[in-house]
């Protein structure tokens, strides 16, 4: 094969922060380093390809009116950064969808290949010589069952959870910043082999997607995924062309990635992870450590201090009474008692 080759990309928790379930522009939020390390793969002559399940289509509980925004939010956020992506391929389909159009078993769902082959037979993408990058193991088995070396992000926050017969990713990184190192490192010391299993023959995209509801382990077709986005740089037909501009320049312009500062990747993740998880329990720390009980402890203190103060001052007085001084010094323990109980119970709720 001689097409070009890609990186084909995850969506949530890959390239953007998942929350729940996205669905609205205003929670679009880059992962820290994401947008350099896509800015640094396509300097490395990678087209950059999103494939990203959106069940929620089917479920309706996104539109594709929407989701549409909220991709334009992420190319806006990754272009202020100087990072383009060449298309994202969707998969509206569920088999449990409750909007009929949607609801069916689809080979475009991941962990089906199906985003991926169509990318390849559209954009002329070598498979062998791509590699597929997303933070669950149905990334990882799309890509592997596409022909793509694999790499599966392992935050420290949020682990992917492995079933028995999830295959292994090819290799394994904290984002994608590390991501790149790996690549960089793979691809300048070794040939490119085809890794797993053989490529799949490649099945033709259906003409009618809704036509078939076939179980996927049966289907052999790839359901028409949606494509929201096509800026190909060799295309003339450019949306925004100043962006485009902007992007050649800067692979032009390509300085080499300093090996320092790639080592240090990993260091700055680890202590971005600590520096939110501090953060996190300061502010749970903040909120949980103040109680009623607490607040009555300490007033109940100041007048323990306040009887003992009177205590003190009848004693030396020039005429002490004694039952004044001893009563004063009742209140102070009464009160302390009160204080000390009070804090207890702060203690204990
Ligand atoms: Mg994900």
């Given amino acids: 094969m001689s097409g070009g080759k890609a990186i084909f990309l995850d969506r949530d928790d890959t390239i953007i922060d998942d929350p729940g379930y996205i669905n609205s522009p205003e929670q679009v939020k880059l992962l820290v380093g994401a947008a350099g390390a896509m800015a640094d793969f396509r300097k490395m002559g990678y087209k950059l390809i999103v494939v990203s399940n959106q069940s929620g289509i089917a479920r309706g509980i996104i539109t594709e009116q929407v989701l549409g925004q909220i991709h334009e939010k992420l190319k806006q956020l990754l272009a202020e950064q100087n990072a383009y992506i ?14 009929a159009k949607f609801r069916k078993y689809s080979d475009c769902r991941k962990p089906k290949p199906g985003m991926l082959l169509a990318a390849a037979k559209e954009m002329d993408i070598d498979l062998a010589d791509s590699w597929m990058i997303g933070n669950s193991y149905r990334d990882i088995t799309a890509g592997k069952t596409a022909g793509c070396r694999t790499i599966l992000i392992k935050s420290s926050l949020k ?49 009618h997607p809704q036509q078939t509801a076939a179980p996927e382990s049966e289907s052999p077709q790839i359901e028409s995924p949606r494509i929201i986005e096509d800026k190909q740089m060799e295309q003339t037909e450019i949306i925004e062309p100043v962006k485009v501009a902007q992007t050649v320049e800067a692979v032009k312009e390509k300085p080499r990635q300093p090996a320092a500062e790639e080592v240090s990747t990993k260091t700055e993740k680890l202590l971005e992870d600590i520096r939110l998880l501090l953060k996190s329990r300061n502010r749970d ?8 009980f607490k607040l009555f402890s300490g007033f109940m203190q100041i007048v323990v201090l306040g009887c003992l103060f009177i205590a003190l001052r009848y004693k030396m007085s020039p005429n002490p009474e004694d039952s004044a001084v001893y009563t004063a010094i009742g209140f102070a323990i009464v009160f302390q008692l009160m204080a000390m109980t009070l804090y207890i119970m702060h203690k204990d709720k």
């Fill in 86 to 99: 060449d298309r994202i391929y969707y998969c509206p389909y569920h088999p449990d969808g409750v909007i």
């Fill in 159 to 207: 682990m992917p959870v492995k079933k028995r017969d999830d295959p292994d990713a090819d290799f394994d990184a904290i984002n994608l910043r590390e991501a790149v190192n790996i690549i960089k490192r793979e691809t300048a010391s070794k040939p490119v082999i085809p890794p797993f299993a053989p490529m799949p023959e490649s099945p033709k995209p259906a003409e």
């Fill in 285 to 292: 720390e903040l909120y949980s450590d103040f109680s009623v």
